[in-house]
């Protein structure tokens, strides 16, 4: 197993434009998680599924952001209409949480998104 | 609601000395864990040192090695023998009960030759 993996790596698009980005955890992790990241700050908790349940979203998470693990496998995370203020790096990371106890993460590289 | 604090914007040190990164935490948890994390210019966070709130013991992992004070809510991390691969910015984070991250703003730290 290669890690975390996020594509793509950056992606530009214009205002009002809809944008999505993929991360495929690390496949025996049941827990995956999207934080963002803007320039000069730690990563920001967004979201969090245990398989393809939806556990908890932010209130950084407005209503133009949709996130979904079809099958608990890969996930995805759609912007719609982006906004400048968009603009960071959104982190993926997954865990193992067998029996509540939490083992550590595993982040992926990230994809930085530039909102013109 | 759980906060965590890096005063030290940036830091600088000399190749082979050592470095201390500053971390405060809040939290009315008594169960959790402490990071301390690595981002490159790659933007891999990658795990440097993990603690467990519960152990009185501090971690180590090779060069690196973290002073942590539970009642002082504080979790500092040093750098032995600093070589330049260790330049990057260093997040120190906070993981309690709700299985989500807490990170500091971060320092970045500059290694000189």
């Known amino acids: 197993d290669t890690g975390v993996s996020q594509n793509p790596r950056h992606k530009i698009t214009k205002r009002g434009q809809n944008v999505t980005f993929r991360c495929d955890p690390i496949?025996?992790?049941?827990?995956l998680y999207w934080y963002r990241q803007t320039l000069g700050q730690g990563p920001e908790f967004l979201t969090y599924?245990?398989?393809?349940?939806?556990?908890?979203k932010s209130r950084l998470l407005s209503d133009r952001f949709s996130a979904e693990r079809p099958k608990g496998s890969f996930s995805t995370l759609e912007i719609q209409r982006t906004e400048q203020g968009d603009s960071a790096m959104y982190l993926c990371?997954?865990?193992?949480?067998?029996?509540?106890?939490?083992?550590?993460?595993?982040f992926g590289s990230g994809t930085r998104l530039t909102v013109v | 609601a759980q906060t965590v604090t890096q005063s030290q914007p940036e830091m600088s040190v000399q190749e082979a000395e050592t470095v201390t990164l500053s971390c405060t935490y809040d939290?009315?948890?008594?169960?959790?864990?402490l990071f301390w994390y690595k981002q490159p210019p790659s933007r891999q966070m990658i795990l440097v040192i993990r603690?467990?709130?519960?152990?009185?013991q501090n971690a180590t992992e090779n060069r690196f090695s973290v002073n942590f004070q539970k009642a002082a809510k504080s979790f500092s991390l040093k750098i032995s023998d600093s070589q330049l691969g260790d330049a990057a910015m260093y997040f120190c984070?906070?993981?309690?009960?709700?299985?989500?991250?807490?990170f500091g703003s971060g320092t970045k730290l500059n290694v000189k030759p």
């Open positions: 990371a997954s865990s193992l949480v067998p029996g509540g106890t939490n083992y550590g993460y595993t």
């Open positions: 496949s025996e992790h049941n827990r």
């Open positions: 599924f245990q398989n393809e349940a939806q556990l908890e």
């Open positions: 939290t009315s948890e008594s169960d959790y864990y």
């Open positions: 603690q467990e709130a519960y152990k009185q």
């Open positions: 984070a906070y993981l309690g009960n709700f299985n989500k991250f807490y």
